[in-house]
């Protein structure tokens, strides 16, 4: 299961229960959720989410969207195919803008002025990453210890399941 302890949601009295559930469904029970945004474009039409977990971006977009194209989406972006993230102000509501290693951009609505709230998480999680780089242990290793504490019967085979969906992620 999806961990939900405290989430950082932007507006903070909005209504996450439906997307917070979907969520749950769709990443690994290993992961944390850290910040949803959420933006309402127009009440006929939908809702656009900026959602962080701890290793990855997503988009989710719901509602009636003809206009633009696809009216479900669910994008992923992980924090290793980012190269920059910059935002840019728009009256009503702000752009994230993705800058990919691949060399293409993507820009994600988000709500007016939740900009510098959404690169402040994201550069605490950049900082987690690297501190836990600088302890010495990488994925790789961890999942060789991994393997060794599930060889001696130390974890269940759903501990050792989940655990190891987590390293894979971070490789």
Known sequence: MVAVRHIEKIPEDGD???IIEELKEKLSGTET????AWVPVDKKRGHNY???TGHRLLFVRRGNFRMVGESEIFKDYPFHSIDEINVEE?????LLVLNLKSGSSK???IPEGSGPRITSVLRTLESEKKKMEEQGETAT???EKLSELYDK???TKKEFKE??????EEI
């Open 16 to 18: 996450f229960t439906e």
């Open 33 to 36: 959720l850290r910040l949803i």
């Open 50 to 52: 900026t959602v962080l």
């Open 90 to 94: 728009r009256r009503g509501y702000d």
């Open 107 to 109: 820009k994600l609505m």
């Open 141 to 143: 290793q961890k999942l």
């Open 153 to 155: 019967g130390k974890l």
């Open 163 to 168: 655990k190891k969906e987590r390293l894979l």
